[in-house]
Each structure stands twice: as C-alpha cells, then as structure tokens.
Nanobody
C-alpha cells in the first residue's frame, strides 16, 4: 500500500519561505513512471496544481507559481519537497502531495494534506 505523508510548519510569516516535505512509503519515488506532485487548496477555492518531480528527477512547474517555487527530492529517504518563497496570506491553504501516473497524469494516491496558514 502506497502512503504519502506531508510534514512541515503549520504557520509561516508573510515574506518567509514555506517548506514542506512529503515522505513516501510503499513505493519508490524513482520508480517508473510516476510523477510526484504538490497540490494545494485555499479555503473556499478549488485545487491548484503547483508542480511535480518526475521519477527521473525532472521538474514540472505551474507557470503562475514558477518564480516562487522550488522542488527537490531526497532519494535515500524517499522524500520530495516543496519550497514556496515570499509567501502572502493568499498562500494559506491545505497542501497535498500526491502521485500521478506519468503517461496519463491520473492521480492514484494522495497524502492527507497539511494546513499551512500565512499570518504575522
């Protein structure tokens, strides 16, 4: 059974950098042909795809967030990470990590989500 678990601070001050980690168990983040994504949902709004790290280590970005986002992976820990810089209260959201099948981009496993609030 594949499991994903987000971790990171629940409160971030404006202008700081939000850093989250997704720990994966039951599957390798380097296994063909999966893409490991970050997705968020602001309160009262729909899901927003932020970007993904592929099994090869390539990166896909949401163009609207690309200037502020950075994705990495720690393969020996089977983790992948998100950093979002210069946060504002509009970045307050539930942040999810999820796995997508690389050819179809269909999502089969999600983390439970972690609430991040941007506030001074």
């Amino acid at each position: 059974q594949v499991q994903l678990q987000e971790s990171g601070p629940g409160l971030v001050k404006p202008s700081q950098t939000l850093s989250l980690t997704c720990t994966v168990s039951g599957a390798s983040i380097t296994a063909n042909y999966y893409y490991w994504s970050w997705i968020r949902q602001p309160p009262g709004k729909g899901l927003e795809w932020m970007g993904a790290k592929t099994f090869r280590g390539s990166t896909y970005y949401n163009p609207s967030l690309e200037s502020r986002t950075s994705f990495s992976r720690i393969t020996h820990k089977n983790q992948f990470t998100l950093q979002l810089s210069s946060v504002t209260p509009e970045d307050t959201a539930v942040y999810y990590c999820a796995r997508a099948e690389g050819n179809s981009w269909s999502y089969d496993y999600w983390g439970q989500g972690t609430q991040v609030t941007v506030s001074s």
